[in-house]
């Protein structure tokens, strides 16, 4: 599976000199936050596969005008052809306003996605805006990192983390981190492309959750 990660700034390779060569065999787009809804409607449209994103802590625009064709999976574990994705977008709260959280209500959130987690016996890739505590995250407040998804990581070990916010020209920049327990941590600023391997996750309606399974058996068969 190619998968196509996009965060924070518009890429003019894909937009303004678009080349349909550079996202031949994508089969999924990722947006992790801060990007105009016109750039991934135009992704969606041109590349032609669903995109799914989680918003950012400039993403308040999409209240008014949300990316038509793609999918908020924000506080939600969406199941793509058996990769379970889970989203949690936003950044740490470093003034009012939407879109940001302390880290207490980032660990209520992440609470709150715990049903949906046992449902399906766990998630392979997490998606968010902001990086997790210590993984490439920077020491002001506005681009500081989140604890529980630590926490969320160390006890779920999903395969990989992706996430943006965190700008390369803010100076020192790592597009990759590994966690102490194993997951690949993926900064996307920009754009980059993921590749999962069927060996990576579990075969569509074989998460192991005998609940979660039988459901999606039985809407296989309603279709």
């Known amino acids: 599976m190619r998968i196509l990660v996009v965060a924070d700034e518009e890429s003019k390779a894909l937009w303004d000199f678009y080349d349909r060569s550079r996202t031949e065999g994508i089969d999924l787009i990722i947006s992790c ?3 105009h809804p016109d750039y991934l409607q135009f992704l969606v ?3 032609n596969c669903p995109l799914l994103y989680v918003r950012g802590n ?5 209240d008014r005008n949300p990316p ?8 939600k574990v969406y199941d793509f052809h058996g990769l379970r994705i889970l989203g949690l977008g936003g950044s740490m709260r470093y003034k009012p306003g939407p879109d940001m959280y302390t880290e207490a209500e980032m660990r209520a959130r992440v609470r709150k996605a715990g049903r949906q987690i046992l449902l399906m016996n766990g998630f ?15 020491e002001d407040l506005p681009h500081q990192g989140f604890e529980c998804f630590n926490a969320l990581i160390n006890r779920v070990k ?3 983390m992706v996430h943006g916010h965190v700008h390369k020209s803010y100076g020192h920049f790592e597009r990759e981190h590994v966690h102490q327990c194993g997951t690949k941590i993926i900064n996307a600023y ?3 492309i993921l590749e999962i391997g069927d060996d990576e996750h579990p075969a569509p309606g074989r998460t192991g959750s ?7 058996s039985l809407k296989k068969k309603k279709h």
Do not use: E, N, W
């Open 33 to 35: 936050g801060d990007l």
């Open 45 to 47: 449209t041109m590349v």
């Open 58 to 62: 400039h993403d308040t625009k999409y």
């Open 68 to 75: 038509l064709g793609c999918i908020d999976i924000d506080d």
């Open 124 to 138: 392979d890739l997490l998606v968010t805006h902001a990086p997790a505590k210590g993984y490439g995250d920077q």
């Open 158 to 160: 999903p395969r990989y």
């Open 190 to 192: 920009g754009s980059y």
């Open 210 to 216: 005998a609940l979660y399974d039988l459901i999606f």
